[in-house]
């Protein structure tokens, strides 16, 4: 399998038609990158290509929620709880959880997501497939 | 309310003839309502908008576990098109109580657009 690392920033890279020097690992992909939802597509599937781990554009929620509810990940509002917060800083470490709980919108937390939040979790998903 | 515009050619490039991505993003009764017509790529560029437009609508985006293909554009006898739903949007639209979804879509020159409407019991995170 090719290194994951070099992996996402060259699917990233290609996807967006960047320089490789405009993507670093906390690049956020939607707000810095500019990324869109057909850009994340075509993200994961040349990640899929070059390094065989398969991830649906769904799964971004799945790996952010870690399998927490959703009327326990936000509250009736759609707003981050603390719980949510918690969660977020496991998925996304350099998310604050002080800094999101009460105020983040859930729709608004793949904004945070980076380039380096993609790697993890191309390495986590491919450690699962490997047992 | 919803807005989405996409590029044919972008449609094009992403899912290329794989069929595994084609249905890893549109259902195959899109796929099959599109396939071989004349300007295909701007037909499901105008399907992938609308889905975009409907997650939109709901406030949600690619946030949560949502599926491209739990929104399906399908179009009744008269050509109008009309929005089904599956999986995790069907849930969140029960949870919320979506009372009428309407959708329209346009496309021309490689590009499409789409605007996706909404109404609820509830307030919801619409934006």
Redesign the interface.
Known sequence: MADVDSAVKEAVVEALALDEDEVTPESTLMDDLGAESIDLLDILFRIEKSTGVKIEASDLGDYIQGGIPDDEFSDENEVITAKGAEQLAKAMPQVDPAEVEGTLKAEEVITLFTVQNLVDMVKTRAAAATG | MGVDV?RAD??Q??IAD?EQ?RR??FTARELEHCRGRRREYEHLAAR?AAK?AVLKAF??????????TDVEVVNERSGRPRIELGG?VAEFAEGHGLQQLDVSLTHTDGLAVAMAITTWERPC?ST
């Open positions: 996409v972008r449609v490039d992403v794989d991505r890893a993003v992938f975009e406030g949600t985006g690619v946030s949560r576990r949502m599926r491209f995790a995170a």
